[in-house]
């Protein structure tokens, strides 16, 4: 039989989990303002979507699915840090 794992409720998490989102919406905006085309993938994109996204060249993919967002990304060299 397999130990469970406690779950503890702390309402900090959601604070931390709002503030990044916000933060990543400010630096798409600062990407977009820099030139930068963004495509946002939604909760209903695919992995086809992705690569063909990825495959055309796009500068900037933006998965909106806040549950298992892939985290693979590339800096491009004149995109704020």
Known sequence: MAARIPHHHDPGVAIFEE???QHEAAYLARLQDRGFEILAIDDDG????????????????????RRSSPRRQENPDNAPA
């Open 46 to 65: 695919t992995p086809d979507d992705t690569e063909a996204a990825m495959r055309s060249g796009i500068p900037v993919i933006n998965w909106r699915d």
């Open 19 to 21: 503030r990044g989102f």
